[in-house]
């Protein structure tokens, strides 16, 4: 498999950025409140989003952002997709919800190895579909 390069992760992460706000701002426009209940279901998506069970043509392993650039997570030794691998979903995301430090790790996929912490501690790797 090919791994995907830093362009396709970084759009696929600006789309699912997007899609992220979402319910903040929907919940937002009702009223304050609601607007909390739609920044945690932000945090949900963002650490789960690519564990989530298939939807129609979305999820499946999938962030909406990943399927929208054919590209994929899977488990580095075995190959497999994380759908449904919720706590690999987590490790992967942790490191970019660190401030600084999520920058300097999304930074790491312009390296040789085209990983990020995220992914040397989860053992995955982003390919192309």
Avoid: C
Avoid at 67 to 94: H, S
């Amino acid at each position: 498999m090919q791994k995907a390069d830093a362009g396709q992760r970084f759009v696929a992460a600006f789309i699912d950025g997007l899609v992220g706000y979402v319910p903040i701002l929907v919940l937002g426009f009702i009223s304050y409140q609601l607007a909390m209940v739609g920044y945690l279901i932000t945090i949900a998506y963002h650490l789960t989003k690519d564990a989530i069970p298939a939807q129609g043509n979305f999820f499946g392993g999938q962030s909406i952002g990943k399927k929208l650039m054919k590209i994929k997570v899977i488990k580095e030794d075995t190959g497999q997709g994380i759908v449904g691998d919720w706590g690999t979903a987590i490790v992967r995301q942790i490191s970019l919800m660190i401030p600084i430090f999520g920058i300097v790790d999304a930074l790491m996929v312009f390296g040789d190895e085209k990983k990020r912490f995220g992914d040397k501690w989860a053992n995955t790797i982003v390919v192309k579909e």
